[in-house]
């Protein structure tokens, strides 16, 4: 049905950035609502931001100020820049988009954030 593939994860230092992208495969991008959600070892899964097909962007507390989603329609693509990376972000980053009343998530790319 549809394909989510993200990249751009890896080791940055504490303070650092990082940008992730993620490709859907769908013959129509433009109208769903997509988001990116992370999951640490041991941790549930958490939704840390979120983009509406008019663009319209929410975001957790603890990444508000930091992180920036945002979507290319054309791409077929959505992104997160995470600027003033923490350790506490360290997590498997995955997107998501919303069909009907049913989310699907891609694999994930690691993001570990340590000195």
């Known amino acids: 049905q549809v394909q989510l593939v993200e990249s751009g994860g890896g080791l940055v230092q504490p303070g650092g950035s990082l940008r992730l992208s993620c490709a859907a495969s769908?013959?129509?991008?433009?109208?769903?609502?997509m988001g990116w959600g992370r999951q640490a070892p041991g941790k549930q899964r958490e939704l840390v931001a979120t983009i509406t097909s008019a663009g319209s962007t929410n975001y957790v507390d603890s990444v508000k100020g930091r992180f920036t989603i945002s979507r290319d329609n054309a791409k077929k693509t959505v992104y997160l820049q995470m600027n003033s990376l923490r350790p506490d972000d360290t997590a498997v980053y995955l997107c998501n988009i919303k069909l009907g009343s049913t989310t699907y998530w891609g694999q994930g790319t690691q993001v570990t954030v340590s000195s």
């Open positions: 769908i013959s129509i991008f433009s109208i769903y609502d």
